[in-house]
Every structure is written in structure tokens, then in C-alpha cells.
């Protein structure tokens, strides 16, 4: 995870994971800008849109706005989603506790086994060492989990928090390297980086989706290095070089197997490795043939909003970080239900 500012807030390493949960970036590498231009909506009739801004005789409803930032806006919806859903959670458990604290007559914190206070009776005990603060922390946190799933195995507890719809957004396949068909009628087209760790675990769940899904799924990759990825740029490049050589997919694999936190490459020892043409693929290298290209990419990222890495668009529907061969699933099957 990167494009962050040091900030000075201490967290437990669980907090620290549920707040990243909770804001959606634990799978995702890197977090950028707010987008340039978007162009589809989250709404689909501009004649129906409220007037937000008028410039002369123009008018500018909401709806355009909404087309500016629509996948900005859809991570905010997933995000307050989460937090709705954790809201909700802590609701229920504190309900289900009153409720059984009801049932047994007996206070909560006497449900949960928590002791009574270090002052009894006039005797001071002496003061808990942090080891001992923590252990009894724990041991609380495990207590009152299992009395929770206890209770949620007799209640019925049902949620029914509404899904949010994923925008459609045009996005262009480019020249960039596939697999599939062009007929095929599902594209999935990734934004990545080679130094991204989260990249190179989705990576397998691609090869994962082609092998089931066969000539129904093209995908494409595209570049995304992120800039504080300081080798990032120059993996993309020495790529579409292998790409020119008709080895995108060897070199693209090797460079993922190869990657290590923080470190380059050997590009020429890799291209050989390949089986390319060393000489071609230096001259290609060297003289930085394909960074427009690489430049392209990121800059149509960008216009589409994307943030993080990587984000992925199944016909158009955005998946974003690591995901699942699950969740991938799921769109690719409901965009092969529709019609074409």
C-alpha cells in the first residue's frame, strides 16, 4: 500500500488491518489522486438530473459531475458500505449481549467473566505488568467472541444491507497485449505494476480464470507504475519490448516470479531467459522505445480514475485489488447472462 503521508497514529496490528479493511485498501498497492475525467455515469439520464452549477446560459447538472469521478464515487460507496456493515455488526452483538444479560440476570461484564475491581475491600493489588494488561485483553476478546457466536447460533440474525451497483465505464483495450478473442464476450482489462505484490498475487487468479473460462474471456494488461515504485516504469518498458519480440507473457511472468520488495531486475538477463533477442531487446530498452506507451496507460488510468493497484474492469464493471477467483466469477458470469 503507498501514496501515503507518515502519520503518527499508533494502532495494534488487528485495528491496523480491520481500519484497512474497513477503507478497502488491504489489497491494493497504491492509492494516487483524485481522476482528471471520467467519462460514463452512475446515473444514466442527463434531462432528469438536477442543476448543481450554471456558467453563462450552460447548465451543468449532476449527473456530468457524477460522470467526472464515477469510480471515485463507487469506492466511496463500497467504503461507507464496510462501515455501515461494521456499524451494524457492533449493533447486533451488543444486542444479542443485553438480551442474554436479560435472560441469565446478570450484568454484562459478569457474562463476559470480566473481574472485579483491583480495589476490594480497602486492598490495593499491585499494578499489572503490560504483559499481563495484554494477555487479560485477549483472553476477554476471545471470551466474548465465543459467547457471541454461541448466541448467533440460536438467534436469527439476518442482514439485509442493499448492494451497491457497480458503474460501467468505458475503457479502452488499447493496442496492449491480450489473451482471448477480440470476439470474446467478456474483456477484462487490468491496470497493474510489475513491482506490486498484490499485482503478482493476482496474477495466478487470472491464469486461473482464463484456464476455466477459455475463448468466452479476453483480457488485456495494461500498464500502471505507480511512481513510487521506483523500477515500475522501466519493468513496463522492457515488457513492451519483449512484446515487440512477440514475448510478452514469458517476459511478464518472469518478472512477477523475480520480484522482491524494493529491488529491479537483471532486464537483459531475463530477456535471455526469454529467449529473445538480447540485442534487439537492449537497443529497445536503452533508447526507452516504449515509454509513450507506458505513459499512455497511466495516463488513461488516470482519466478513468483509477487509484490503486490492481483495478481491474470486467466489460467495464470495476474489481478492485486482489480478488478472488470468486469474485471474479461472479461478474464474469452475470456479464455472459446478459445479452450481447
Do not use: M, W
Given at each position: 500500500m503507498r501514496g501515503y503521508e507518515r502519520t503518527t497514529i499508533v494502532l495494534s496490528r488487528s485495528m491496523l488491518w480491520r481500519t484497512l479493511a474497513v477503507v478497502g485498501l488491504a489489497t491494493t498497492c497504491f492509492i494516487l489522486m483524485l481522476p482528471?475525467?471520467?467519462?460514463?455515469?452512475?446515473?444514466?439520464?442527463?434531462?432528469?438530473?438536477?442543476?448543481?452549477?450554471?456558467?453563462?446560459?450552460?447548465?451543468?447538472?449532476?449527473?456530468?459531475?457524477?460522470?467526472?469521478?464515477?469510480?471515485?464515487?463507487?469506492?466511496?460507496?463500497?467504503?461507507?458500505?464496510?462501515?455501515?456493515?461494521?456499524?451494524?455488526?457492533?449493533?447486533?452483538?451488543?444486542?444479542?449481549?443485553?438480551?442474554?444479560?436479560?435472560?441469565?440476570?446478570?450484568s454484562i461484564e459478569q457474562l463476559l467473566g470480566i473481574p472485579r475491581s483491583s480495589i476490594d475491600a480497602g486492598h490495593f493489588s499491585p499494578a499489572p505488568t503490560q504483559a499481563h494488561v495484554f494477555d487479560n485483553a485477549n483472553a476477554l476478546s476471545q471470551r466474548r467472541q465465543a459467547l457471541l457466536a454461541s448466541l448467533r447460533r440460536q438467534t436469527s440474525v439476518h442482514l439485509s444491507l442493499p448492494r451497491i451497483t457497480e458503474p460501467v465505464l468505458a475503457v479502452s483495450t488499447d493496442d496492449d497485449p491480450s489473451v482471448g478473442p477480440a470476439s470474446a464476450p467478456v474483456t477484462i482489462v487490468e491496470f497493474s505494476d510489475f513491482q506490486c505484490p498484490f499485482c503478482k498475487q493476482s496474477a495466478q487468479v487470472v491464469k486461473q480464470l482464463l484456464r476455466t473460462y477459455g475463448q468466452r474471456v479476453r483480457f488485456v494488461y495494461r500498464d500502471y507504475p505507480a511512481p513510487n515504485h521506483r523500477h515500475a516504469k522501466h519493468a513496463a518498458e522492457a515488457a513492451q519490448c519483449a512484446a515487440a519480440q512477440g514475448k510478452f507473457w514469458a517476459y511478464h511472468d518472469l518478472l512477477f516470479e523475480y520480484q522482491k520488495p524494493g529491488a529491479g531486475w537483471d532486464f537483459?538477463?531475463?530477456?535471455?531467459?526469454?529467449?529473445?533477442?538480447?540485442?534487439?531487446?537492449?537497443?529497445?530498452?536503452d533508447t526507452h522505445q516504449y515509454a509513450s506507451e507506458v505513459e499512455s496507460d497511466f495516463r488513461d488510468a488516470l482519466n478513468l480514475g483509477v487509484m490503486n493497484t490492481p483495478t481491474f474492469f470486467v466489460n467495464g464493471r470495476p474489481l478492485i485489488g486482489a480478488r478472488s477467483f470468486n469474485e471474479f466469477q461472479t461478474l464474469i458470469d452475470q456479464a455472459l447472462a446478459e445479452p450481447h
Open positions: 482528471v475525467a471520467i467519462s460514463p455515469a452512475r446515473v444514466s439520464d442527463v434531462s432528469d438530473s438536477p442543476i448543481v452549477a450554471t456558467v453563462g446560459n450552460h447548465s451543468i447538472t449532476l449527473v456530468e459531475a457524477e460522470r467526472q469521478v464515477a469510480l471515485a464515487l463507487y469506492q466511496l460507496d463500497q467504503q461507507r458500505t464496510q462501515l455501515l456493515l461494521f456499524a451494524v455488526q457492533q449493533l447486533i452483538d451488543s444486542e444479542l449481549l443485553q438480551v442474554e444479560a436479560a435472560r441469565t440476570g446478570k537483459y538477463g531475463l530477456a535471455q531467459e526469454a529467449s529473445l533477442d538480447v540485442d534487439v531487446f537492449s537497443r529497445c530498452l
